[in-house]
Protein backbone atom coordinates (compact mmCIF):
# COMPACT_ATOMS: atom_id res chain seq x y z
CA UNK A 1 0.00 0.00 0.00
CA UNK A 2 1.14 3.07 -0.78
CA UNK A 3 -0.30 6.21 1.54
CA UNK A 4 0.72 10.01 1.04
CA UNK A 5 -0.59 12.31 3.37
CA UNK A 6 -0.04 16.36 3.51
CA UNK A 7 2.41 16.27 0.44
CA UNK A 8 3.76 20.11 -0.71
CA UNK A 9 6.30 20.92 -2.89
CA UNK A 10 7.32 24.35 -3.80
CA UNK A 11 10.10 24.67 -6.30
CA UNK A 12 12.82 27.03 -5.24
CA UNK A 13 11.53 29.65 -8.36
CA UNK A 14 8.36 29.56 -5.92
CA UNK A 15 5.69 27.49 -8.04
CA UNK A 16 3.62 25.33 -5.78
CA UNK A 17 3.62 22.56 -7.54
CA UNK A 18 1.61 20.33 -5.03
CA UNK A 19 -0.20 21.62 -2.22
CA UNK A 20 -1.34 19.15 0.60
CA UNK A 21 -1.78 15.87 -1.68
CA UNK A 22 -3.78 13.37 0.51
CA UNK A 23 -4.08 9.58 -0.59
CA UNK A 24 -3.58 6.09 -0.44
CA UNK A 25 -3.66 3.35 -3.30
CA UNK A 26 -4.32 -0.38 -1.76
CA UNK A 27 -2.62 -3.54 -3.26
CA UNK A 28 -4.12 -4.40 -7.00
CA UNK A 29 -5.91 -0.60 -7.60
CA UNK A 30 -4.48 1.45 -10.54
CA UNK A 31 -4.99 5.05 -10.31
CA UNK A 32 -4.91 7.33 -12.92
CA UNK A 33 -3.37 10.27 -12.45
CA UNK A 34 -5.60 13.34 -14.84
CA UNK A 35 -5.13 16.95 -15.18
CA UNK A 36 -4.12 19.93 -17.56
CA UNK A 37 -0.39 20.60 -18.20
CA UNK A 38 1.09 22.30 -14.98
CA UNK A 39 -0.91 20.35 -12.98
CA UNK A 40 1.57 18.77 -10.64
CA UNK A 41 1.26 15.28 -12.08
CA UNK A 42 5.19 14.69 -12.81
CA UNK A 43 6.25 16.49 -9.45
CA UNK A 44 3.84 14.31 -7.37
CA UNK A 45 5.83 10.85 -9.38
CA UNK A 46 9.13 12.50 -9.13
CA UNK A 47 8.14 13.18 -5.47
CA UNK A 48 7.38 9.21 -4.73
CA UNK A 49 10.59 8.44 -6.63
CA UNK A 50 12.42 10.96 -4.79
CA UNK A 51 13.54 12.37 -7.98
CA UNK A 52 12.22 15.87 -6.24
CA UNK A 53 12.18 16.46 -3.18
CA UNK A 54 9.18 17.02 -1.17
CA UNK A 55 8.69 20.31 0.89
CA UNK A 56 6.57 18.88 3.29
CA UNK A 57 4.55 15.92 3.45
CA UNK A 58 4.76 11.93 4.15
CA UNK A 59 5.06 9.17 1.64
CA UNK A 60 4.68 5.96 2.88
CA UNK A 61 5.36 2.48 0.69
CA UNK A 62 4.71 -0.24 3.45
CA UNK A 63 6.19 0.62 6.90
CA UNK A 64 8.91 3.12 4.54
CA UNK A 65 8.43 6.55 5.13
CA UNK A 66 10.46 7.46 1.69
CA UNK A 67 10.79 10.99 2.33
CA UNK A 68 13.38 10.37 5.13
CA UNK A 69 15.69 8.17 3.32
CA UNK A 70 19.50 8.52 3.66
CA UNK A 71 20.68 8.06 0.12
CA UNK A 72 21.90 4.31 0.97
CA UNK A 73 18.38 3.49 2.05
CA UNK A 74 16.83 4.98 -0.92
CA UNK A 75 18.47 3.72 -3.27
CA UNK A 76 16.92 -0.05 -1.78
CA UNK A 77 13.82 1.61 -1.93
CA UNK A 78 14.07 2.36 -5.40
CA UNK A 79 14.62 -0.93 -6.60
CA UNK A 80 10.59 -1.69 -4.56
CA UNK A 81 9.62 1.12 -7.37
CA UNK A 82 8.75 0.14 -11.36
CA UNK A 83 8.51 2.55 -13.66
CA UNK A 84 6.97 2.42 -17.07
CA UNK A 85 8.20 5.28 -19.14
CA UNK A 86 6.55 6.97 -22.21
CA UNK A 87 9.34 6.28 -24.67
CA UNK A 88 10.25 3.27 -23.15
CA UNK A 89 13.44 3.68 -21.45
CA UNK A 90 14.94 0.62 -23.56
CA UNK A 91 18.44 -0.23 -23.99
CA UNK A 92 18.24 -0.06 -27.99
CA UNK A 93 21.41 -2.34 -28.78
CA UNK A 94 20.26 -5.46 -26.30
CA UNK A 95 17.72 -8.31 -26.74
CA UNK A 96 14.69 -8.18 -25.29
CA UNK A 97 15.58 -10.77 -22.26
CA UNK A 98 18.70 -8.40 -21.75
CA UNK A 99 16.47 -5.63 -21.21
CA UNK A 100 14.06 -7.64 -18.78
CA UNK A 101 17.10 -8.81 -16.87
CA UNK A 102 18.30 -5.43 -16.52
CA UNK A 103 15.13 -4.77 -14.43
CA UNK A 104 16.16 -7.74 -12.09
CA UNK A 105 19.75 -5.94 -11.37
CA UNK A 106 18.99 -2.38 -11.33
CA UNK A 107 21.42 -1.52 -13.92
CA UNK A 108 22.65 -2.54 -17.31
CA UNK A 109 25.41 -4.42 -17.11
CA UNK A 110 28.69 -3.46 -19.82
CA UNK A 111 29.81 -6.98 -20.77
CA UNK A 112 28.43 -8.69 -23.47
CA UNK A 113 25.94 -11.78 -23.63
CA UNK A 114 25.40 -11.17 -19.76
CA UNK A 115 22.24 -13.19 -19.92
CA UNK A 116 24.17 -16.26 -19.34
CA UNK A 117 25.94 -14.75 -15.77
CA UNK A 118 22.34 -15.05 -14.43
CA UNK A 119 21.23 -17.96 -11.99
CA UNK A 120 18.83 -20.27 -14.21
CA UNK A 121 15.72 -19.02 -11.76
CA UNK A 122 15.69 -15.68 -12.93
CA UNK A 123 15.94 -16.67 -16.48
CA UNK A 124 12.95 -18.64 -15.75
CA UNK A 125 11.33 -15.43 -14.30
CA UNK A 126 11.95 -13.45 -17.08
CA UNK A 127 10.68 -15.89 -19.72
CA UNK A 128 7.46 -16.27 -17.61
CA UNK A 129 7.54 -12.59 -17.88
CA UNK A 130 7.70 -12.57 -21.42
CA UNK A 131 4.95 -15.53 -21.84
CA UNK A 132 2.73 -12.56 -19.95
CA UNK A 133 3.10 -9.83 -21.92
CA UNK A 134 2.86 -11.58 -25.04
CA UNK A 135 6.81 -11.54 -26.52
CA UNK A 136 8.05 -15.40 -25.65
CA UNK A 137 8.87 -15.42 -29.24
CA UNK A 138 10.78 -12.11 -29.15
CA UNK A 139 12.87 -12.65 -26.47
CA UNK A 140 16.27 -12.98 -28.14
CA UNK A 141 15.42 -9.79 -30.26
CA UNK A 142 17.54 -6.61 -30.24
CA UNK A 143 15.22 -4.14 -28.86
CA UNK A 144 15.38 -1.28 -31.73
CA UNK A 145 13.73 -4.51 -33.95
CA UNK A 146 10.62 -3.86 -32.14
CA UNK A 147 7.20 -2.13 -32.52
CA UNK A 148 6.13 0.57 -29.91
CA UNK A 149 3.97 -1.70 -28.32
CA UNK A 150 5.91 -4.52 -28.44
CA UNK A 151 8.88 -2.27 -26.66
CA UNK A 152 6.65 -0.75 -24.12
CA UNK A 153 5.67 -4.90 -22.86
CA UNK A 154 9.16 -4.87 -22.83
CA UNK A 155 9.06 -1.99 -20.28
CA UNK A 156 6.26 -3.65 -18.71
CA UNK A 157 8.02 -6.70 -18.54
CA UNK A 158 11.31 -5.21 -16.95
CA UNK A 159 9.70 -3.35 -14.17
CA UNK A 160 8.25 -6.42 -13.04
CA UNK A 161 11.27 -8.44 -13.16
CA UNK A 162 12.67 -6.40 -10.25
CA UNK A 163 9.35 -7.52 -8.24
CA UNK A 164 8.42 -4.03 -7.04
CA UNK A 165 5.94 -3.74 -4.56
CA UNK A 166 4.63 -0.05 -6.42
CA UNK A 167 4.34 0.27 -10.25
CA UNK A 168 4.48 4.32 -11.26
CA UNK A 169 3.48 4.44 -14.72
CA UNK A 170 4.26 8.40 -17.05
CA UNK A 171 2.00 8.22 -20.10
CA UNK A 172 2.53 4.71 -20.74
CA UNK A 173 0.79 5.16 -24.60
CA UNK A 174 1.77 8.68 -25.78
CA UNK A 175 3.92 7.06 -28.34
CA UNK A 176 1.14 4.33 -28.84
CA UNK A 177 -1.69 4.37 -31.55
CA UNK A 178 -5.32 3.91 -30.31
CA UNK A 179 -5.63 0.33 -30.66
CA UNK A 180 -2.19 -0.17 -28.88
CA UNK A 181 -2.50 2.24 -26.14
CA UNK A 182 -6.39 -0.08 -25.11
CA UNK A 183 -4.05 -3.33 -25.38
CA UNK A 184 -0.77 -1.42 -23.26
CA UNK A 185 -3.28 -0.34 -21.20
CA UNK A 186 -5.32 -3.68 -20.44
CA UNK A 187 -2.15 -5.73 -20.01
CA UNK A 188 -1.17 -3.06 -16.91
CA UNK A 189 -4.29 -3.58 -15.17
CA UNK A 190 -4.79 -6.76 -15.65
CA UNK A 191 -1.37 -7.74 -14.27
CA UNK A 192 -1.64 -5.49 -11.82
CA UNK A 193 -5.02 -7.00 -10.21
CA UNK A 194 -2.98 -10.67 -10.59
CA UNK A 195 0.02 -9.44 -8.45
CA UNK A 196 -2.16 -7.39 -6.41
CA UNK A 197 0.36 -4.43 -6.98
CA UNK A 198 -0.72 -0.93 -6.63
CA UNK A 199 0.02 1.44 -9.29
CA UNK A 200 -0.54 5.15 -10.16
CA UNK A 201 -0.28 6.26 -14.12
CA UNK A 202 0.36 9.66 -14.97
CA UNK A 203 -2.72 9.63 -18.30
CA UNK A 204 -3.05 12.20 -20.73
CA UNK A 205 -6.00 10.58 -22.39
CA UNK A 206 -9.47 11.11 -19.83
CA UNK A 207 -11.24 8.65 -21.90
CA UNK A 208 -8.79 5.68 -22.33
CA UNK A 209 -8.28 5.64 -18.63
CA UNK A 210 -11.89 6.11 -17.90
CA UNK A 211 -11.80 2.52 -19.87
CA UNK A 212 -9.44 0.91 -17.69
CA UNK A 213 -8.28 2.24 -14.04
CA UNK A 214 -9.68 1.38 -10.51
CA UNK A 215 -9.72 5.31 -9.64
CA UNK A 216 -9.50 8.64 -11.03
CA UNK A 217 -7.32 11.68 -9.21
CA UNK A 218 -7.47 15.18 -11.07
CA UNK A 219 -5.11 17.57 -9.85
CA UNK A 220 -5.23 21.17 -10.81
CA UNK A 221 -2.67 23.63 -10.04
CA UNK A 222 -1.55 21.57 -7.40
CA UNK A 223 -4.49 20.29 -5.86
CA UNK A 224 -6.44 17.32 -5.76
CA UNK A 225 -10.18 18.20 -6.98
CA UNK A 226 -11.32 14.98 -8.32
CA UNK A 227 -10.99 11.37 -6.46
CA UNK A 228 -13.68 9.20 -8.03
CA UNK A 229 -14.52 6.09 -9.52
CA UNK A 230 -13.83 6.61 -13.29
CA UNK A 231 -17.47 6.16 -14.20
CA UNK A 232 -18.28 9.08 -11.86
CA UNK A 233 -15.89 11.59 -13.68
CA UNK A 234 -18.51 13.39 -15.60
CA UNK A 235 -20.13 14.25 -12.86
CA UNK A 236 -17.78 15.19 -11.00
CA UNK A 237 -16.34 17.72 -13.41
P1 LIG B 1 -3.28 20.11 -21.20
O1 LIG B 1 -3.34 21.55 -20.77
O2 LIG B 1 -2.16 19.32 -20.57
O3 LIG B 1 -3.41 19.92 -22.68
P2 LIG B 1 -6.10 19.72 -20.79
O4 LIG B 1 -6.49 20.97 -20.07
O5 LIG B 1 -6.41 19.61 -22.26
O6 LIG B 1 -4.57 19.41 -20.54
O7 LIG B 1 -6.78 18.51 -20.02
C1 LIG B 1 -6.63 17.17 -20.48
C2 LIG B 1 -7.86 16.39 -20.09
O8 LIG B 1 -7.94 16.30 -18.67
C3 LIG B 1 -9.16 17.04 -20.54
O9 LIG B 1 -10.00 16.03 -21.08
C4 LIG B 1 -9.75 17.64 -19.29
O10 LIG B 1 -11.17 17.58 -19.32
C5 LIG B 1 -9.21 16.74 -18.22
N1 LIG B 1 -8.97 17.48 -16.98
C6 LIG B 1 -8.34 18.64 -16.89
N2 LIG B 1 -8.26 19.02 -15.61
C7 LIG B 1 -8.85 18.06 -14.88
C8 LIG B 1 -9.07 17.87 -13.49
N3 LIG B 1 -8.65 18.75 -12.60
N4 LIG B 1 -9.69 16.78 -13.10
C9 LIG B 1 -10.10 15.89 -13.99
N5 LIG B 1 -9.91 15.99 -15.31
C10 LIG B 1 -9.30 17.08 -15.75
P1 LIG C 1 2.21 18.30 -14.98
O1 LIG C 1 3.05 17.06 -14.94
O2 LIG C 1 0.83 18.10 -14.48
O3 LIG C 1 2.24 18.95 -16.32
P2 LIG C 1 4.34 19.50 -13.38
O4 LIG C 1 4.47 18.67 -12.16
O5 LIG C 1 5.32 19.29 -14.48
O6 LIG C 1 2.85 19.35 -13.94
O7 LIG C 1 4.39 21.03 -12.99
C1 LIG C 1 3.63 21.58 -11.91
C2 LIG C 1 4.10 23.01 -11.65
O8 LIG C 1 5.43 23.02 -11.16
C3 LIG C 1 4.09 23.92 -12.88
O9 LIG C 1 3.71 25.22 -12.47
C4 LIG C 1 5.53 23.89 -13.33
O10 LIG C 1 5.86 25.09 -13.99
C5 LIG C 1 6.26 23.79 -12.00
N1 LIG C 1 7.54 23.08 -12.12
C6 LIG C 1 7.72 21.82 -12.57
N2 LIG C 1 9.02 21.48 -12.50
C7 LIG C 1 9.69 22.55 -12.01
C8 LIG C 1 11.06 22.83 -11.70
N3 LIG C 1 12.00 21.91 -11.90
N4 LIG C 1 11.36 24.05 -11.22
C9 LIG C 1 10.41 24.97 -11.01
N5 LIG C 1 9.11 24.78 -11.27
C10 LIG C 1 8.74 23.58 -11.77
Known sequence: MLSIDQLTKTYTAGDTALREVTFRVPQGQVVGLIGPSGAGKSTLIRCINRLVEPS?????LGETD???????????????IGMIFQEYALVERLTVMENVLSGRLGYVPFWRSFTRRFPG???ENAYRLLDRVGLLEHADKRADALSGGQRQRVGIARALAQEPELLLVDEPTASLDPKTSRQIMRLITEIC???QLPAIVNIH???????FVDRLIGLRAGRM????????LDEAM
Open 56 to 60: SGAIR
Open 225 to 232: VVDDAPER
Open 121 to 123: RDI
Open 66 to 80: LVSLGSRELRQARRR
Open 193 to 195: AER
Open 205 to 211: DVPLAQQ
